[in-house]
């Protein structure tokens, strides 16, 4: 993605080569998974050395959003089979309330706002049923300071998702990306959420963050990825710029 946005000429091989091996690997359901097709033998995670839960790769949504967003940026059509049924995984995994499960992050989140940047990137209507839903999930998580948080609790079925103890500049970014992939650019909720960003940042430019916000196995063990206090608050503050200088206000490119 980041060499077609680059220079889809320059880099045609090495694109096409990457968009082949990604097209190939969609499970049969429409989704796709981290490393593999089709891996959703769930019989094995209950034999007796399974302790983890975790040994198998299934299709997600925020996988399946990345690889449909991939795949609609460089041209494929929303008609396409392959486009098509991805499009058809997102809605039948969505949560009654609104949200997606995220897999690879922490937690609805995350992938709220990777299945919103992928059905923005397929053209559907922000005023469709499905995205208003998600935008309401997203609005009802916000914390008083204008930002979100969520803990590794929301991977339990009885815990509650999109909380957590504290505001954190990823995940508050990673909302922010998702409200304004739906049209939101303009609500108060995101200039609520900017703010939270500007008055969080450090002298040095990057941003505090302690807290969990990365997966490795749901409810086993998470990951503190350092990177993510730098580069999603300032992808969300750069997204926010450009859209308000933007004749359209709309996300252009999948993710």
């Not at 082949?20 to 033998?41: I, P, Y």
């Not at 919103?116 to 005023?127: M, Q, R, S, T």
């Not at 939270?196 to 505090?208: F, P, V």
Request: glycine share 12%; aromatic share 12%; proline share 6%.
């Amino acid at each position: 993605m980041a060499l077609h946005r680059a220079d889809p000429d320059r880099y045609a091989e090495p694109i096409a080569r990457g968009v082949a091996w990604v097209a190939a690997l969609q499970s049969r359901n429409g989704g796709w998974g981290a490393f593999d097709a089709d891996n959703t033998a769930s019989y094995l995670n209950h034999i007796p050395f399974a302790d983890h839960g975790a040994l198998l790769d299934p299709p997600t949504t925020d996988v399946t959003a990345r690889c449909l967003g991939m795949l609609l940026q460089v041209g494929w059509p929303v008609d396409h089979p392959r486009v098509k049924a991805g499009l058809d995984f997102l809605p039948r995994e969505q949560e009654p309330d609104g949200s997606w499960y995220g897999r690879w992050g922490a937690n609805y989140i995350y992938g709220t706002w990777s299945v919103l940047a992928a059905l923005n990137a397929a053209g559907v209507d922000h005023g469709a049923p499905a995205m208003r839903r998600a935008v309401a999930w997203l609005l009802s998580r916000q914390r008083e300071d204008g930002g979100w948080g969520e803990d590794g609790r929301s991977y339990w079925k009885d815990q509650p998702r999109g909380a957590a103890g504290e505001s954190t500049p990823s995940q508050t970014a990673w909302a922010l990306l998702g409200l304004m992939a739906a049209g939101e650019a303009n609500s108060p909720a995101v200039a609520r959420g900017i703010a939270y960003l500007e008055a969080a940042q450090g002298d040095e430019g990057t941003w505090d963050e302690q807290a969990f916000t990365a997966v490795g196995f749901p409810r086993v063990f998470y990951l503190r990825y350092h990177g993510y206090r730098a580069y999603f608050p300032l992808w969300a503050l750069a997204r926010y710029r450009n859209l308000a200088s933007s004749n359209t206000g709309r996300v252009r490119h999948g993710i």
